[in-house]
């Protein structure tokens, strides 16, 4: 598949309709031929503890790296609220994030 874009996401929500969308969002790109990268800072380090009786986050999550995305999370947020890293939420730094934002032809912020 050629890439067509490169997308950075940056979700700093943990409102859950916000990074169900983010995602929903984040799984199109993928499969239309775009390299995504999202980024979890702040709040959307909690991305995995917000689902509710409408908005299935941790599974668009996993829907968008089944589809090829990449996920990356900011290592100081997760520790300050006592997280461990886990295969949705990685440890990264904010090197990475900058990689992301300089890389990336677009960059959109949830």
Do not use: H
Not at 44 to 49: A, K, L, Q, T
Not at 51 to 75: M, P, R
């Amino acid at each position: 598949m050629i890439t067509l874009m490169k997308l950075g996401i940056v979700i700093y929500s943990n409102d859950a309709e916000t990074v169900w969308n983010a995602f929903r969002l984040a799984s199109i790109a993928v499969k239309k031929g775009d390299s995504v990268k999202v980024f979890l800072l702040g709040k959307g380090v909690e991305c995995e503890s917000i689902d509710t009786e409408k908005f299935d986050v941790k599974n668009q999550a996993q829907s968008f790296l089944d589809a090829g995305g990449q996920i990356l999370a900011c290592t100081t947020c997760l520790k300050l609220r006592q997280q461990d890293a886990t295969a949705v939420c990685p440890y990264n730094s904010i090197t990475d994030l900058y990689t992301i934002i300089a890389d990336s032809d677009k960059l959109l912020t949830f």
